[in-house]
Each structure stands twice: as structure tokens, then as C-alpha cells.
């Protein structure tokens, strides 16, 4: 791949406004796998799908995978290798509820869709204007399980928020969103 020369300084992507979040339920997305390598538009505005972005904060949605690894030497090596035998992704989502509001409200769409024990895809879209009405060109998956889901302890003059955590299986980077 041939580097473009660059004569001054480039300016990025702003995050704010630019990291649209979906959470889908796994009937939605039902046939994925780690060869997965697009999914359709339709998912991310399936009923039971969440777009979340408007519900937390900068910083709020959070996954960190953290290699499983071994070393290994062989006869004909003269240096130990570390090699990478898996992966462990850990989750959490941060986002406001309201428990005087009706269950459907909402403002606990995101609540309602991170119950405990279930499994979900939260997929990302960075750099993509959050109030688009297009889809996405591509996203960034995990799959996971929620592990717990517990409310936070409010703060003066914050916003009442609750964290799942998610104990996640599958993480697929650069997923192409096939339109309908």
C-alpha cells in the first residue's frame, strides 16, 4: 500500500457527533461469525435495535481486548516467541434511565436493551455524522453477553445513569453495512 505524501498537518475527525452506537439484539443479527464481513442496513433499525449515541456520554461505551498468550520455543528457534492464543473483551455501557418512567419510555431505550443474560451486538461507526440519514459505509462489532447491569450512584447535577457490562465473545473490525 503506497503512502499519499503529505505536505502539511491534517486535521481529524471531531469524535463528538461522529461516533454513532447501535445496540441490536441478537435476533436481528443472527447469523454472524468471525468470517462475517457485512451486515444489512436493516439491522441497525430493527425494533428491537437501539441507536445509543444520544443516550451517553463521550467516553461511556467502552471495550478493551486484552490477548491471551503463551510462549513457545523450538528446537530451532534460539528466542522464546509469545504467541497470541485467544482474546479476552471486556464492555461497559454507561447511559441514563429514569425508573419513575414507564418501561417503554424513551428514555430507557437503552436500559430496556441490555437486560442481564442477554446478548447483544453494540457496533460503531466512527467518523459518521451521528445525525445522518444514511446508513453507515462501515462499522465495528462486538458480541457479548450481559453480565450485569446495575444503577449508578447519582451525582450533583449529573444525569441518572446506569452501567452494563458486557463480557464480550466476538469483536469484527470494518464491517461494510450492505444496503437494503
Known sequence: MSVPAISTGLDGIIASGN?????????????????????????LSAAGSVKADCYHNMGDVSFTRTPT?????????????????????????????????????????????????????????????????SAPKKVDIYRGKVSTRAKNDPVEGEDLEFTATIAADLYLEDVTVAAA
Open 69 to 133: 498468550t503463551r510462549d513457545r520455543k523450538r528446537a530451532c528457534e534460539k528466542v522464546t516467541v509469545t504467541v497470541k492464543t485467544g482474546e479476552t473483551i471486556d464492555g461497559t455501557i454507561t447511559a441514563i434511565y429514569d425508573q419513575q418512567a414507564d418501561a417503554d419510555a424513551t428514555i430507557n431505550a437503552v436500559y430496556d436493551a441490555l437486560p442481564e443474560d442477554s446478548t447483544v451486538y453494540v457496533a460503531i461507526a466512527y467518523g459518521h455524522d451521528s445525525m445522518s440519514a
Open 19 to 43: 461516533v454513532p452506537t447501535w445496540i441490536i439484539q441478537e435476533a436481528d443479527l443472527p447469523s454472524i461469525t468471525e468470517s462475517t464481513t457485512s451486515i444489512p442496513a436493516a439491522a
